[in-house]
């Protein structure tokens, strides 16, 4: 009787066992089905010959920086902050993150703040970007610039650039900011070192300095 009952047991294992090894196969079998492209293989599916493919290697961009056109050759998976960091030397914006979370590599692209980390070079071409680089004349300084040092609106000095970026298209939008504007505008950049009271009354000075300007 025992031999009896562990029959049908033996035959309920086998029968799980190909169920397992049947799964298995199957799920080959999706993979592979995966592979392809409206019934070819991913090789077979190639772009057609007149499709613009860039990279992996370098290839020329021009980038309008602060009103002058620059011409350099990079990968299409750099930055725009490492390249102007690492090919045109121009090195105000700061890699701190490289994430798009710490805003000290803010640049303004064509009127709006943006983190250079998280563009990439060629993307920026055809628009207007402006840096940190172009605050300064001279003994002329922007007015974002001046009301950062008459609050002593810095401290390392690695976050400043960005907070003066983010400052710069903060103030433009809003000449009559009050400081709770001013916190939801400068939100998007930390500063380590604390020193956000400065940081912020340097905003509300250039906010009455743009707003002046337009009156």
């Known amino acids: ?60 961009i021009t980038l309008k920086i602060n009103g002058a056109a620059h011409q350099l050759s990079v990968e299409p998976r750099v930055t725009l902050l490492d390249a102007l960091r690492n090919q045109l030397d121009i090195t105000g914006a700061k890699r701190v993150c490289d994430r798009g979370t710490c805003g000290a590599c803010t640049m303004i692209v064509d009127g709006k703040a943006i983190y250079a980390c998280s563009m990439l070079a060629i993307e920026a071409q055809g628009h207007n970007i402006t840096t940190i680089e172009s605050f300064s004349h001279g003994d002329h300084l922007d007015p974002v610039m001046s009301a950062f040092w008459d609050n002593d609106a810095q401290q390392c000095g690695f976050c400043t650039p960005g907070f ?24 998007g950049n930390i500063c380590r070192c604390g020193t956000y009271h400065g940081l912020k009354q340097a905003a509300l ?3 009455k300095g743009a707003r002046s300007a337009k009156a």
């Open 164 to 187: 003066m970026m983010a400052c710069k298209e903060f103030v433009t939008k809003h000449p009559h900011a009050k400081l709770e504007e001013v916190n939801e505008g400068l939100s």
């Open 205 to 207: 000075d250039a906010s």
């Open 1 to 60: 009787m025992k031999g009896k009952k562990a029959k049908p047991q033996k035959m309920k294992a086998e029968k799980l066992a190909l169920t397992r090894r049947d799964f298995l196969r199957g799920a080959g079998v999706a993979v592979s089905g995966g592979m392809l492209v409206g019934g070819q293989t991913l090789a077979q599916a190639a772009p057609a010959p007149d499709t613009d493919i860039l990279g992996p290697g370098s290839v020329p």
